[in-house]
């Protein structure tokens, strides 16, 4: 079950996930970061009990497409157990590469 | 006796190592696999990984992985360039269809009883030597985030007679019992210990019902894939 609540302030959304994150409804989520205009969109996961490598992956996903519009896409508050989980992919590695590097055009 | 997990298991014996793996797809197809592959007389390389995703989306492009695997290590090539072929060529491809797979690597050479690990986001393998038990740390981005591979160096252990090396990927010890709690790699670790002794498909029997005991054979929503390595005697 994913709960996603929507907070919407100036220049900035915020996505507060809770529940569990996996293939089977990642569409949920990524619709939702989808249908997102502001330049910066929060995604908070501190309510979030799990997460699978497909969440990982879209995440990340999302923040490329949002990095390619020149958007932001920040995910926040990842409770210790999805952080561990997310360090052995090297996840945060790819994100500060998006932060740090030039976008990628055509891919 | 052994346990039967029919085309989904897989044991060798070479260049002094018993092997024995064995994936369990969540759904009709996975995305885990494992590969023992033989180098020569005197070396092995084992291979286990975890590409994104269920079903038949994960199972080509684990197919697809695995054709560029078998086509780089046929050449004398180290870990670190047989990763760096998987991300220049099957990682880009995951790449682009917003996909990505994790992977670990070991090679042995009987010359110097000598492991060399390697990582693009697999969890680390773990070690049992004598009573120590110790988990290599290697690190690096799973294939498919980025352009080429980032990472740590290989790291190398020497293995003595009896020594034993186990691999998995996360949906074993994320498999979960009834009441939801994580089977965990403090019961693996603790189980592998206390069976040490015993041959590399026989433990791998004792883990896998124990994992079965634990989740009382309810279905699970990853992949489980173990394999297990042990020095003969």
Sequence with gaps: MLQIRVNKERGKTTLVVAGELDYSNIAQLQEEIERQEAPRVEVNLKDLQFMDSSGAGMLLHQARLLRSQNRILEITHIPANISHDLEIIGFFRVLETLQGAPQRGGE | MSLDTGDRGRRIIHAGIQGAGCSIPADLEGGDFFAFIPRGEDGLIVAIGDVMGKGMRAAGQRKDLCTVLYSCTGKDLSLLEIVNQLAATAGKRLYRAGSFATLGLISYERQHNCITCLSAGHPSPVIFSGQNIYMPRVRGVALGFLDEYQGTGPEQFILSRG?????????????????????????????????????????????????????????????????????DQ
């Design chain 2, 163 to 231: 020594d034993v090396v186990v691999m998995y990927t996360d949906g074993l010890i994320e498999a979960r019992n009834a009441g939801g709690q994580h089977y965990g790699l403090n019961r693996l670790t603790g189980i592998v210990a206390a069976n040490a002794g015993l041959d590399a498909g026989d433990l791998q029997d004792v883990i896998l019902r124990d994992l079965f005991t634990f989740t009382g054979c309810k279905q699970q929503r990853d992949d489980v894939t173990l394999v297990i390595l042990k020095r």
